[in-house]
């Protein structure tokens, strides 16, 4: 009996992050991810080094997140688009843009509804068999006000 579409997809997934994340090893030099996995997303600074991330949005479901030390040496390497790392946000007016940003990455698209009077950042993600969407809502001065997960629409549109 033949494997249904979306476990394939979902296995096919989760085996290019474990092989993505595991190419990449504490102790190894900034120019040594380069080289695996060029150009980061995204550079941040951290206090303790810096942060490369390396996101697949706006249609993938994957950022990785690959720490430095001063010396600029891998310290950890982590996939973050899941629902452990999404419940580290605050709504409690303590996390701002920046600070989602910083840990996430830049997000799938930036926008807005009529009941919200901020914008809305959205991440894809896999949660378990589930293409999902993880809604960042900010108040004008980019704080963190809300923030919840939701199915994506997109896998049950009809590709035919």
């Given at each position: 009996m033949p494997m249904p579409k979306i476990l394939c997809t979902a296995i096919a997934a989760l085996a290019l992050v474990a092989c993505a994340t595991g190419s990449i090893q504490p102790g190894m030099t900034r120019a040594d991810v380069a080289a695996r996995w060029g150009q980061p997303t995204r550079v941040v600074p951290l206090p303790t080094g810096e942060r490369l991330q390396y996101s697949y949005q706006p249609w993938g479901q994957q950022a990785v997140m690959v720490d430095l030390d001063t010396a600029g040496r891998v310290t950890q390497v982590r996939q973050v688009l899941d629902e452990a790392e999404f419940a580290r946000i605050s709504t409690k007016g303590d996390w701002t843009r920046a600070d989602v940003e910083r840990e996430f990455g830049p997000p799938?698209?930036?926008?807005?509804?009529?009941?919200?009077?901020?914008?809305?950042?959205?991440?894809?993600?896999?949660?378990?068999?589930?293409?999902?969407?993880?809604?960042?809502?900010?108040?004008?001065?980019?704080?963190?006000?809300?923030?919840?997960?939701?199915?994506?629409p997109r896998q049950f549109w009809d590709s035919r």
């Open positions: 799938a698209s930036v926008g807005s509804v009529a009941s919200w009077d901020g914008p809305i950042l959205t991440y894809r993600w896999r949660g378990g068999m589930i293409d999902q969407l993880y809604w960042v809502y900010l108040d004008r001065a980019g704080v963190v006000r809300r923030a919840h997960a939701g199915m994506d």
